[in-house]
T-cell receptor, first 111, second 111 residues
Framework: DAGITQSPRHKVTETGTPVTLRCHQT?????MYWYRQDPGHGLRLIHY???????DKGEVSDGYSVSRSKTEDFLLTLESATSSQTSVYFC??????????FGPGTRLTVT | ELKVEQNPLFLSMQEGKNYTIYCNYS?????LYWYRQDPGKSLESLFV?????AVKQEGRLMASLDTKARLSTLHITAAVHDLSATYFC???????????FGKGTRLHILP
């Protein structure tokens, strides 16, 4: 398995506060992705990166921003968290746009 | 915009029976992926299908891809309880780096 870690694994925060989730990989994969998983919606792509400093929007990018300053790290920021952003967030990596390897997930609760 | 539809979304079946999960998608794509997710866990890659007519098999699971019909199937042969999980298909948009998931099929196999 690709070495993918996510931090934190669990977080509870209040509405209106900024939140940053981190995805770290040790496989030197070029592509990195952030998804959110909600009941009835499957996984929805938030943002993805195809290289250092190269990112693009996914299906549900409003309210989220990302940064990738190093190959191994992909940060997801909620500038001002809302209750609708309560979800499980998964990071994934891929050496090419082939098989993705998923991290363990971060459960975020916004109260 | 790419839409990925899976059906059924929920399937309860007896051990020993055969069944098929369908994944339809709306735009041209040559790459399709199947994943498995156990409750509370991350996603695990099952199959990578990279061309029209591709067929992959692993144990009691077989996946196929028909790019002309924009359809992939995941066939389960003689189901066993250990196959109970949620199965996702994911489609890569041609000439883009986005990978879009279906909503998942929750499979429950009764002993």
């Amino acid at each position: 398995d690709a070495g993918i870690t996510q931090s934190p694994r669990h977080k509870v925060t209040e509405t209106g506060t900024p939140v940053t989730l981190r995805c770290h990989q040790t496989e030197n994969h070029r592509y990195m992705y952030w998804y959110r998983q909600d009941p009835g919606h499957g996984l929805r792509l938030i943002h993805y990166s195809y290289g250092v400093k190269d990112t693009d929007k996914g299906e549900v990018s409003d309210g989220y921003s990302v940064s990738r300053s190093k190959t191994e790290d992909f940060l997801l920021t909620l500038e001002s968290a809302t209750s609708s952003q309560t979800s499980v967030y998964f990071c994934a990596t891929s050496p090419l746009t082939y098989e993705q390897y998923f991290g363990p997930g971060t459960r975020l609760t916004v109260t | 915009e790419l839409k990925v539809e899976q059906n059924p979304l929920f399937l309860s079946m007896q051990e020993g029976k055969n069944y098929t999960i369908y994944c339809n998608y709306s735009t041209t794509s040559d790459r399709l992926y199947w994943y498995r997710q156990d409750p509370g866990k991350s996603l695990e890659s099952l199959f990578v299908l990279l061309s029209n007519g591709a067929v992959k098999q692993e144990g009691r699971l077989m996946a196929s891809l028909d790019t002309k019909a924009r359809l992939s199937t995941l066939h389960i042969t003689a189901a066993v309880h250990d196959l109970s999980a949620t199965y996702f298909c994911a489609v890569e948009v041609n000439r883009d780096d986005k990978i879009i998931f279906g909503k998942g099929t929750r499979l429950h196999i009764l002993p």
